[in-house]
């Protein structure tokens, strides 16, 4: 979940502290900064009593508890879309990964922006595994001729086989051996899965991968476009040459 920064706002606005809100509500302060900086989602008792504190509506205050309850279909999966990944919350994939236990796949065609982003990632995804955590990685293949061709379209210094062999690198910085394998199929669209949640980028034009239309899935039903995402990366996982 990201921060709730309407929340944190409204909390100051008002001239109280976390500790003063969590009175009110009869809860724990700590419980109260959960609900700023994680994003955690109060009981319906305790949205009631922040938000008549606040003096703001509930719905402003936690936009996801309407959008839940007018969805009734597959969409109610959608968390966010974003026009370029680049508009991701900064800390996004820094919290899915900290909150995943059973399963981190990686299937961007590089991934290399997680190097980037996610401080110490190399320790943190090794842990996961050495945990019992399913952590993949699938790249784009170097050698491929669609490889060659992408970066062509791209045309940056920068290209997709230096960063697959940086991304490469960092994995094997890991205290415990992470699985990767490398195909060519998934160019053009990434998958992250974590847990129950998922990043999907779809690529446009010759943007770079941070250009990419994006969206943040959380699985609600069996057979919904999570699922279906997830079937995607498995079925290229299963075709895909081991390194």
Known sequence: MTRNDVLGIALRSAGMTVADL???CDVDAKTVERW?????????????RAAG???KDVEVLWPEVARRAIKIGSDRELVGMYARRSDLPRSLFRELIDKADRRLWFGGYTSYFVW????????TLGAKAQSGGDVRFLLGDPDSE????????EATPLTLATRIAMTQAEIAKSPAPLAVRLSDRHVAMS????DDEAIVATHIGAGLGQDSVTMHLRRRETGGPFDR???????????ARTV
């Open 191 to 194: 998958v992250w899965v974590f």
């Open 229 to 239: 995402y997830v079937e995607h990366f498995e079925s290229l996982w299963g075709e």
């Open 146 to 153: 669609i490889t060659t061709a992408r970066e062509g379209i």
């Open 36 to 48: 700023i900086s994680r994003g955690r989602i109060p009981h319906p008792r305790s949205r009631m």
């Open 53 to 55: 504190v606040l003096g």
């Open 116 to 123: 980037l982003e996610v401080p110490n990632a190399p320790a």
């Open 22 to 24: 969590a009175t009110k």
